[in-house]
């Protein structure tokens, strides 16, 4: 059934956040549409965030539909998700990222969690895989880009988080929380991330009992490939953000001793995961497979000692070819 005109009081907001992807965001807005065996209701809200294409007009070609356009101007992820929720008229706020495709039954699924859960959760979400526009490498396994929590239902434990593309909070704890820090997280075409993991780290931390956080592996979502993310290149620049994102998003508060003692410690780590992936190379026949699965903590390491010396780095944002639109 596709979704209703929006009522009064939806349970659920869907926020998609875009910026200069006007026509992949297309199939992100038709999965919701094409949502089956939907009880209640909910609206759907697409924050543009200083986007310079055609994303206000497809987005208003679905005005049938009742679908709420908001343009934030401030730059960056945080900022537009931040907007999502303050604009949200639900209960609960689900983000859905422009390159993702909801199953058909995500929305149901996240009713029956919320209708018939004993510890009602502040937050739900379910696996992430992937799906290409683009032929693939030989080299690249769908592994590296499902994000999971297992096959079972289960609450999470403290330091696991959900994947941005499939999260679903209550609007009441984002905004008790104040939100994503926009001092992270993706900026127009710039790489940068965090904004989750310190999310939820605030969650954590400021947040009583272990009953938070449901996950249900049939909260299916499909998230974008695209070329440009299945190179070595891209795999160098995404995990050496992690770790210079995660000195504030993880290890927050920081002061001097800290950085001190997590320079040491994370450059003796550094040192000895490098000696383990050279002396698992020769077991490698693929000199990609190795790096992905031997040399990912080092890569993580040395970007959070950068950030802790106090050298800043920046990279572009993965590109979408005109062929995967």
Request: hydrophobic letters at 40%.
């Amino acid at each position: 059934m596709a979704a209703q005109h929006p009522a009064p009081d939806p349970w659920l907001s869907v926020v998609i956040c875009t910026y200069n992807r006007a026509d992949i965001l297309r199939g992100s807005i038709e999965s919701l549409l094409q949502q089956t065996g939907e009880t209640g209701t909910f609206e759907i809200l697409v924050v543009d965030n200083n986007s310079t294409d055609d994303t206000a007009a497809v987005t208003g070609g679905y005005a049938d539909h009742g679908i709420r356009y908001i343009f934030e101007p401030a730059q960056g992820l945080a900022h537009a998700r931040n907007r999502g929720y303050a604009e949200a008229r639900g209960e609960y706020v689900a983000y859905l990222d422009d390159d993702a495709r909801a199953d058909p039954a995500w929305i149901a699924g996240i009713r029956a969690i919320v209708q018939h859960s004993d510890t009602r959760p502040i937050g739900i979400g379910g696996p992430i895989y992937p799906y290409y526009l683009s032929e693939k490498p030989d080299w690249f396994l769908d592994e590296y880009e499902i994000r999971t929590w297992g096959d079972a239902p289960r609450f999470l434990e403290k330091g696991e988080f959900f994947s941005g593309s499939n999260m679903v909070f209550s609007r009441e704890v984002l905004a008790r929380f104040g939100g994503f820090d926009t001092d992270l997280g993706v900026k127009g075409d710039t790489l940068n991330l965090g904004e989750e993991t310190g999310f939820f780290s605030k969650l954590w931390d400021g947040l009583d009992g272990d009953s938070l956080f449901y996950y249900s592996p049939d909260l299916k979502v499909y998230h974008l490939v695209p070329a440009d993310k299945m190179n070595l290149r891209y795999f160098f620049k995404r995990r050496f953000m992690v770790g210079q994102s995660s000195l504030h998003s993880v290890f927050s508060p920081i002061d001097i001793y800290k950085k001190v003692s997590l320079t040491a410690g994370f450059s003796a780590f550094i040192l000895y995961k490098a000696l383990v992936a050279v002396l698992k190379l020769p077991l490698y026949r693929n000199y990609h497979t190795w790096v992905i699965e031997c040399m990912n903590p080092v890569i993580v390491g040395l970007g959070l000692v950068c950030a802790c010396v106090g050298i800043r780095c920046s990279f572009g944002q993965f590109k979408i070819a005109e062929s995967e639109r």
